[in-house]
């Protein structure tokens, strides 16, 4: 029976453009796809302002902490037209960054994107997924969200969000980059 799309969860405001759902791994508490320019291209290099760190071999996005505070900000950058997509600020998108962020994060100066290379050959093209996980249903993210969500918005106080790459140039992947609980 095929899936009907309204039985997604789904797409934050800000992945509307680019997110396109892949409905065998989605459902109704987790959305995911892959991402692809309006100008038609899925190949991009991955813009970061995080730790670049490994674990067990495997290289993973953490928080940045700076004198300035604490940053998780990931982008795409389309490699066919040049325009850069932000895809997850921890200031802005889930639960803590939309529903509740802290007093004058919005307000920093963000440093600025470094642009991941493959950990294998080095190239920066690479295929994006994004993954969204909401870990509460409708009703219990209106709650906890004490008026700030509504009918129109609940969605985005999600729970996770993932980053899984695919170097184009040598197959490097898929690599889960970006594993991170959002409250
Ligand atoms: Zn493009
Ligand atoms: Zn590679």
């Known amino acids: ?26 459902d109704a508490h987790e959305l995911h796809g892959v991402i692809r320019c309006p100008c038609g ?56 960054g939309f529903v509740c962020p802290s007093r004058g994060a919005r307000e920093r ?25 909401g870990d509460k249903d409708q009703g219990e993210m209106l709650e906890d969200a004490d008026g700030v969500l509504d009918q129109s918005n609940w969605f985005e106080g999600f729970g996770w969000f993932t980053v899984e790459i695919t170097c184009v140039s040598c197959g490097y992947g898929p690599v889960a980059v970006v594993d991170y609980e959002t409250r």
């Open 109 to 133: 100066a963000r440093p600025l994107y470094q642009t991941y290379a493959c950990h294998r050959c080095k190239a920066e093209s690479h295929q994006i997924s994004v993954g969204i996980l």
């Open 1 to 26: 029976m095929r899936k009907d799309s309204t039985e997604f969860y789904p797409t934050p405001a800000h992945l509307r453009d680019l997110l396109v759902s892949d409905p065998n791994s989605s």
């Open 41 to 96: 291209s899925a190949v991009s290099s991955l813009l970061y302002v995080a730790e670049l760190t490994e674990s067990q071999g495997i290289p993973l996005l953490r928080v940045l902490e700076l004198p300035a505070g604490f940053f998780l900000r990931i982008g795409a950058r389309c490699m066919a037209c040049s325009r850069t997509h932000l895809l997850f600020d921890d200031d802005y998108h889930g639960w803590n």
